[in-house]
């Protein structure tokens, strides 16, 4: 047989669920009822709204400006006007930003540029009033987008139309103000219908996210099923079948006091396995250089020891320990040798133990899928704790590898 030097790793994977609920900083307008479970329908309207209240703010800070430098006169109600503008906008925007664009929010912006437009002749110079030019007519198209981000439709439409219809008397006879007003309904159908399909878009990939998380959940509540049918085959194999497999091939010469032991520990896992529901047995916190020195006690083994103090969770010393244990159980029955290594080093909390013989090495690739000792009581328990396994083999030897870190 064509001996070659195969490397199996495994390597730990954690699987993170997303929340099938996803979290607003505050409620938004009462738009469209979005349901708990609608991620993306709630980001989509946490960051339009998000974004249309900024630009609110920049252009009721814009418009007050250009309202100072083109005011036809100083007069008081010019005053009046720009100053409430200015000092409605940053109340808009820090309420806005704290709680949400609420739906009395949206409205309440809609009246006060309603009322700014009822007065545009008398703060506004006359030649901008044509065309919607002047810096009302900013607003008035920034205040459309907002409420088409803050309100449902049935409630953006009618109050939009209030907006439009004040700014149509509020610019008369100017240019009859009908193709200002018609501008404005094309731009509040558009928004209205944008909103719908961005909605509309966001409601399939809440679908499909569901669709993913369901599978998900089902491939968890599989792979805990296998986990569980894995870890009982990995008690049989170290316990039950490790015994007989001593006890056939006449490992044991006469009575042993080590056997009788290994029987009754044998029978408490058969216990365990016969009645999952039965609390687990407490497993005292060991030095793991501890229970490496209890492995090396094999009265036919020769095993050299080169260890340092190493404490690690009790789980974790259980598992390479068994892991450790399984593959000096694998150089007494198979690499032909009865002498094995094994090294403990530990280094910023990373623990790596490995355990290497001189024997007639094996082809991991060539192991049979039935066989449970490297790919289950290895491999498999090394993954129970978030660890890896490394076997090197050929014709010169063995080496297995575990290593494991916080």
């Known amino acids: 047989m064509a001996w070659r030097s195969e490397r199996l790793q495994a390597t730990a994977h954690v699987t993170t669920t997303a929340p099938t609920t996803a979290f607003i900083e505050r409620p938004a307008a009462p738009r469209p009822e979005v349901a708990e479970g609608r991620p993306a329908e709630q980001a989509l309207l946490r960051h339009s709204t998000r974004s249309g209240v900024l630009m609110r703010g920049f252009v009721g800070f814009a418009a ?3 309202g100072v430098l083109t005011a036809p006169e100083a007069s008081a109600l010019v005053v009046s006007v720009l100053a409430a503008n200015l000092i409605w906008s940053v109340v808009f925007v820090a309420i806005a930003r704290v709680r949400g664009l609420m739906w009395w929010l949206a409205l309440g912006d809609i009246a006060i540029v309603s009322a700014m437009c009822l007065l545009q002749k008398s703060v506004v110079v006359p030649t901008a009033l044509p065309g919607g030019a ?3 007519g ?3 198209t920034m205040t459309l987008l907002v409420a088409g981000l803050g309100l449902p439709a049935r409630w953006a439409v009618p109050a939009s ?3 439009i219809v004040a700014n149509l008397v509020g610019i008369r006879p100017a240019d009859d103000g009908v193709i200002t007003a018609l501008i404005h309904v094309i731009q509040l159908i558009a928004i209205t219908v944008l909103m719908r399909l961005l909605r509309r878009s966001a409601g399939f990939a809440d679908d499909a996210l569901a669709a993913v998380l369901r599978d998900q ?4 509540i599989e792979r805990a099923r296998r986990a569980d049918d894995r870890e009982q085959r990995r008690d049989l194999h170290d316990t039950v079948l490790s015994t007989l497999t001593v006890v056939g091939t006449d490992g044991i010469h006469g009575p042993s006091e080590q056997l009788r ?6 029978i408490a896992v058969l216990d365990r396995i016969a009645d999952p529901q039965a609390p687990a047995p407490d497993v005292p916190s060991r030095d793991l250089d501890e229970r490496m020195r209890e492995i090396a006690l094999q009265p036919d083994m020769d095993v050299a020891l080169a ?13 390479i320990a068994g892991a450790t244990a399984e593959a000096v159980s694998n150089v007494r029955r198979h690499a032909g040798t009865d002498r094995v290594r094994i090294s403990l080093t530990s280094e910023n909390g990373a623990v790596q133990v490995e355990i290497r013989d001189r024997g007639r090495g094996f082809d991991p690739q060539s192991t049979p899928f039935h066989r449970y000792g490297v790919r289950e009581a290895i491999i498999g328990r090394m993954l129970t704790v978030g660890g890896t396994a490394d076997i090197d083999s050929g014709p010169g030897g063995t080496t297995v590898t575990l290593r494991w870190w916080p």
């Open 64 to 66: 007050t400006i250009a």
């Open 134 to 136: 002047s810096w009302i």
């Open 138 to 140: 900013s607003l008035v």
């Open 161 to 163: 139309t209030v907006l």
């Open 217 to 220: 959940r089902a491939e968890l």
């Open 261 to 266: 032991r290994r029987a009754a520990a044998d």
């Open 307 to 319: 260890l340092t103090p190493v404490e690690v969770p009790a789980p974790v010393v259980e598992a």
